[in-house]
C-alpha cells in the first residue's frame, strides 16, 4: 500500500494536505463490499411538526429501506433476526454511507416524502465485526425505547421564555497546520441551530458557548491500483468561561472510507468532512441541551 503525501485537499480551503501519518494496510483478501443503494420513503407530519423535521425522519427511514433492500447485510448473514438487522442497517447508515442526498418528492400539510440515493462502503471484516456484536442482541427494540425514554426524561426541562435561551458561538474551523477557514461555517450554524436551550450568535462576546472545530486528520491510502482509502479525524472543542458548572466537551469523529481511483478526492474529503462534522455536532449539541436540562431542573427543585 502507498500513501501519497501533499496532495490537494478541498479545492482553496487549504494548498495541500501537509505531511501525513502511516495507515494500516488491508489484507490482500478482505472482501470490499461497495453498493450504490436507494429507497424511497414517507414521513407524516404532527400538528408540531415543522417540514424539515418530517423531511428528516422521512430520510432515516429511507436510509434503513436502502440499506435492508440492498441485500448487503442478508447476502453474507441470512439467519439474522429482523431486529438484529435493524440495528446492524443502522449502524451501517451511521457509518459506512456516504455520498448520501436526496430529493423531496412530495410535500404537504400531512406528509412528507424523498427519495434518497447513497453508497454503501465497508470491508467484509467491519461488517463480521457488526453482525458480531449485535447478531445476540438481547431484546434491541426494548432497549432502544427505553434509551430513548430516559433522553426524553434527561430533557423534559426546557426554557419557559426566549430570553432564558443561551448564546453559542462558532469558530472557524482550525486545520492541523494551524491554518483556518470559514468554508463550513454555514453547515456548522444550520446543524446547531434547532436546539431549544440556545441560540447561535455572530457576537463572541455574547456568547455562553465557544465551540470550535478542528480537523486533526486527513489522509489518503493508496490500498491498489483500484482503490483507496481516505480517512479524517475531526474534532468539536465546546467551552464556557461564563458557566462556571459546565466542563469542557472535546467530541471527536473518525471514519475512513475506501473510494474508486478514479473518483474525485476533494468532493469525497469534502462529503466525508460534511459527515464528521454533522455527527460531531450532534453529538455535542446534544451534550449542551443535556446539561442546560439538568441547570434547569437544578433551579426547578431549589425554587430559584
Same mark, same amino acid.
Given at each position: 500500500?502507498? *500513501?501519497?503525501?501533499?496532495?490537494?485537499? @478541498? %479545492?482553496? &480551503?487549504?494548498?495541500?494536505?501537509? $505531511?501525513?501519518?502511516? %495507515?494500516?494496510?488491508?489484507? +490482500?483478501?478482505?472482501?470490499?463490499?461497495?453498493?450504490?443503494? $436507494? #429507497?424511497? #420513503?414517507?414521513?407524516?407530519?404532527?400538528?408540531? /411538526?415543522?417540514?424539515?423535521?418530517?423531511?428528516?425522519?422521512?430520510?432515516?427511514?429511507a436510509g434503513l429501506a436502502a440499506v435492508k433492500l440492498s441485500g448487503i447485510i442478508q447476502k453474507y448473514y441470512p439467519d439474522l433476526s429482523a431486529s438484529a438487522l435493524d440495528i446492524i442497517s443502522?449502524?451501517?447508515?451511521?457509518?459506512?454511507?456516504?455520498?448520501?442526498?436526496?430529493?423531496?418528492? &412530495?410535500?404537504?400539510?400531512?406528509?412528507?416524502?424523498?427519495? =434518497?440515493?447513497?453508497?454503501?462502503?465497508?470491508?467484509?471484516?467491519?461488517?463480521?465485526?457488526?453482525?458480531?456484536?449485535?447478531?445476540?442482541s438481547d431484546a434491541p427494540e426494548e432497549q432502544i425505547e427505553a434509551v430513548a425514554k430516559q433522553v426524553n426524561e434527561e430533557t423534559s426541562f426546557k426554557p419557559q421564555k426566549l430570553g432564558d *435561551?443561551?448564546?453559542?458561538?462558532?469558530?472557524?474551523?482550525?486545520?492541523?497546520?494551524?491554518?483556518?477557514?470559514?468554508?463550513?461555517?454555514?453547515?456548522?450554524?444550520?446543524?446547531?441551530?434547532?436546539?431549544?436551550?440556545?441560540?447561535?450568535?455572530?457576537?463572541?462576546k455574547l456568547a455562553d458557548y465557544e465551540v470550535v472545530p478542528r480537523l486533526l486528520k486527513a489522509e489518503v491510502d493508496e490500498i491498489d491500483t483500484e482503490h483507496h482509502k481516505m480517512q479524517m479525524?475531526?474534532?468539536?472543542?465546546?467551552?464556557?468561561? *461564563? @458557566?462556571?458548572?459546565? !466542563?469542557?466537551?472535546?467530541?471527536?469523529?473518525?471514519?475512513? @472510507? &475506501?473510494?474508486?481511483?478514479?473518483?474525485?478526492?476533494?468532493? @469525497? #474529503? /469534502?462529503? !466525508? =468532512?460534511?459527515? !464528521? &462534522?454533522?455527527? +460531531? +455536532?450532534?453529538?455535542?449539541?446534544?451534550?449542551?441541551? *443535556?446539561?442546560? +436540562?439538568?441547570?434547569?431542573?437544578?433551579?426547578?427543585?431549589? %425554587?430559584?
Amino acid at each position: 500500500m502507498v *500513501k501519497r503525501q501533499n496532495i490537494a485537499f @478541498i %479545492g482553496a &480551503l487549504l494548498t495541500a494536505w501537509g $505531511t501525513l501519518g502511516c %495507515g494500516t494496510a488491508m489484507s +490482500a483478501d478482505n472482501t470490499v463490499i461497495n453498493e450504490a443503494v $436507494t #429507497a424511497d #420513503a414517507c414521513d407524516e407530519r404532527t400538528q408540531n /411538526d415543522d417540514k424539515l423535521t418530517a423531511e428528516n425522519r422521512a430520510v432515516d427511514k429511507a436510509g434503513l429501506a436502502a440499506v435492508k433492500l440492498s441485500g448487503i447485510i442478508q447476502k453474507y448473514y441470512p439467519d439474522l433476526s429482523a431486529s438484529a438487522l435493524d440495528i446492524i442497517s443502522y449502524r451501517i447508515i451511521d457509518e459506512y454511507m456516504t455520498d448520501s442526498r436526496h430529493e423531496v418528492t &412530495l410535500a404537504d400539510g400531512n406528509r412528507v416524502c424523498v427519495n =434518497l440515493h447513497a453508497d454503501v462502503v465497508l470491508t467484509g471484516e467491519q461488517l463480521a465485526a457488526l453482525v458480531q456484536e449485535y447478531r445476540d442482541s438481547d431484546a434491541p427494540e426494548e432497549q432502544i425505547e427505553a434509551v430513548a425514554k430516559q433522553v426524553n426524561e434527561e430533557t423534559s426541562f426546557k426554557p419557559q421564555k426566549l430570553g432564558d *435561551k443561551r448564546l453559542l458561538h462558532i469558530r472557524k474551523m482550525v486545520f492541523w497546520n494551524g491554518e483556518e477557514t470559514n468554508h463550513y461555517q454555514d453547515l456548522l450554524t444550520g446543524l446547531f441551530s434547532h436546539s431549544e436551550y440556545f441560540y447561535v450568535t455572530d457576537d463572541a462576546k455574547l456568547a455562553d458557548y465557544e465551540v470550535v472545530p478542528r480537523l486533526l486528520k486527513a489522509e489518503v491510502d493508496e490500498i491498489d491500483t483500484e482503490h483507496h482509502k481516505m480517512q479524517m479525524q475531526v474534532e468539536l472543542d465546546v467551552f464556557s468561561d *461564563k @458557566i462556571d458548572d459546565f !466542563l469542557p466537551e472535546n467530541i471527536k469523529q473518525t471514519h475512513f @472510507i &475506501l473510494f474508486a481511483a478514479d473518483k474525485d478526492e476533494q468532493e @469525497i #474529503a /469534502d462529503t !466525508l =468532512l460534511r459527515k !464528521l &462534522l454533522t455527527k +460531531a +455536532a450532534e453529538e455535542t449539541g446534544a451534550k449542551i441541551n *443535556k446539561f442546560e +436540562a439538568m441547570q434547569l431542573e437544578k433551579s426547578a427543585k431549589s %425554587g430559584k
